[in-house]
């Protein structure tokens, strides 16, 4: 069964600094991999997608893919009290009749001020 | 009314109740999907809609019955449901074959009693 590992926390960071979260799946295949943030009672809102092998930045928030490893994680830089969330990795899975996500459990960041 | 919108945000229901939830999104996708949200557990996927035909059936129980009218409309039947039911539904749409990004509504918190 395809599976997605994250750490569930909570990670605590003081405002300011650098929070890194990361994840792990063991579809060695897979190709297309997603951060979602979900505040508490919310529904998740997309931060990021990366397809390839790298950084991809974008703002604060900096997405990186190491398909090697099967891992990617989401830097967020100059951490804010706003920015304390649950954090979602999700990877696309291709092996039914078309692609779905599967989710991990999430990370709950919390940003102290 | 923009991107995905859930009705009703909030449900509480018996046992012995029938009741639907309504998903609509406004993005011009041609997927659709109901997720449940459980406590300490990752996002479960139950149905996807590929442009009205139902791809997936995640062996969801049969208390729990989908329709889709349209490409733009995504109902949830609940019928004689349990309390170990009461969760988070989310409805989310993508585009296949594009980008496919899956879009969330804002949910509908399920409690049954």
């Known amino acids: 069964q395809k599976e997605v590992e994250q750490n569930s926390g909570p990670l605590s960071v003081p405002e300011g600094a650098i929070a890194s979260l990361n994840c792990t799946y063991s579809?060695?295949?897979?190709?297309?991999f997603f951060w979602y943030r979900q505040y508490s009672g919310k529904s998740p809102e997309l931060i990021m997608f990366?397809?390839?092998?790298g950084d991809k930045e974008d703002g604060r928030f900096t997405a990186q893919l190491n398909k090697a490893s099967q891992y990617v994680s989401l830097l967020i830089r100059d951490s804010q009290p706003s920015d304390s969330a649950t954090y979602l990795c999700a990877v696309m899975d291709y092996g039914g009749s078309q692609g779905n996500l599967i989710f991990g459990k999430g990370t709950k960041l919390s940003v102290k001020p | 009314e923009t991107g995905v919108t859930q009705t009703p945000r909030h449900l509480v229901m018996g046992m012995t109740n029938k009741k639907s939830l309504k998903c609509e999104q406004h993005l011009g996708h041609n997927a659709m999907y109901w997720y449940k949200q459980s406590a300490k557990k990752p996002l479960e996927l139950m149905f996807v809609?590929?442009?009205?035909?139902?791809?997936e059936n995640n062996s969801v129980p049969s208390r729990f019955s989908p329709e889709c009218p349209n490409s733009s409309h995504l109902f949830l039947h609940l019928h004689t449901l349990q309390p170990e039911d009461s969760a988070l539904y989310l409805c989310?749409?993508?585009?296949?074959?594009?980008?496919?990004?899956?879009?969330f509504g804002p949910g509908t918190r399920l409690l049954v009693l």
């Open positions: 990366i397809y390839s092998n």
């Open positions: 809609y590929n442009f009205k035909e139902q791809t």
């Open positions: 989310a749409s993508s585009q296949v074959g594009i980008q496919e990004t899956q879009y």
């Open positions: 579809d060695r295949g897979s190709q297309s």
